[in-house]
């Protein structure tokens, strides 16, 4: 059984990221979250690349409806995976679609000894914000089953594309923000930034109380991927989308 060998497991989809290749491990069979995230970080060190931040998955409903999930979910972004200004990006086998983002970068360690968790301590952790697209997917041939697989499996994050700055704002700036997807210059998709948990940086307030329950803190540099605004949309080699996040710009990516 592979979850009595972890670590194997954890090879095993180091591997298969690293190569772009998908295996047949049964991830449905992981029986708690923290048995997850225990092959997550495994798997994650095996990969051996400079950590430069976090990608949450899930944080609105119709992101959870579609990948099955309870809650939201959350891996590290290991170097290759966050990329900036990037205007092609080869999609890898497994690739279950796009979700449009926010990404901040962190000013600070967050949270501080016995500060309080809160939208206004985050907005003034907060170096800055841009826009993003999320490209999730999966490293074994089987659909992802459930909550469990889905963190095992680097939280199904693959890359990070992410746009220009945009100026540090107030809490409030973030929420009500309305983001339209296009491809080809068609309009496909659109959403707000209110469906991530009623305001982006609630998801970072979600995070740092995760990694504090775990003796951990968002640290200066990090970045945080929030998770969709839209609903995920699936693409395919050739399509060219473009999001556009209103008082933040844009960004784009032609899919290879």
Wanted: with cysteine.
């Amino acid at each position: 059984m592979y979850f009595e060998l972890k670590d194997t497991t954890a090879d095993i989809l180091a591997k298969s990221r690293r190569r772009e290749e998908l295996c047949d491990l049964p991830l449905d069979l992981i029986e708690s979250e923290r048995e997850a995230y225990d092959i997550q970080t495994t798997a994650q060190d095996a990969l051996g690349f400079e950590r430069k931040g976090y990608a949450l998955v899930g944080t609105s409903d119709p992101a959870r409806r579609m990948l099955g999930l309870k809650g939201p979910i959350y891996s590290e972004i290991p170097a290759f995976g966050l990329q900036r200004k990037a205007q092609n990006f080869r999609l890898p086998p497994g690739t279950i679609g796009v979700q449009c983002e926010f990404v901040f970068t962190m000013l600070r360690s967050f949270p501080d000894d016995g500060e309080r968790i809160s939208l206004d301590s985050v907005a003034d952790a907060i170096m800055s914000c841009r826009p993003a697209i999320g490209i999730i997917g999966r490293r074994t041939r089987h659909a992802i089953a459930g909550t469990n697989a889905a963190i095992a499996d680097f939280g199904l994050h693959v890359a990070t594309l992410c746009g220009e700055h945009a100026e540090r704002g107030e809490a409030g700036d973030f929420a009500g923000i309305e983001i339209t997807t296009f491809l080809f210059q068609r309009t496909m998709l659109s959403g707000n930034s209110s469906s991530v948990m009623g305001n982006p940086l609630n998801a970072v307030a979600w995070l740092a109380e995760e990694l504090a329950a775990n003796g951990r803190q968002l640290e200066p540099s990090d970045v945080v991927a929030t998770g969709s605004c839209t609903p995920i949309l699936q693409v395919r080699a050739g399509q060219h989308l473009a999001a556009d996040f209103g008082p933040l710009g844009q960004v784009e990516c032609l899919f290879n």
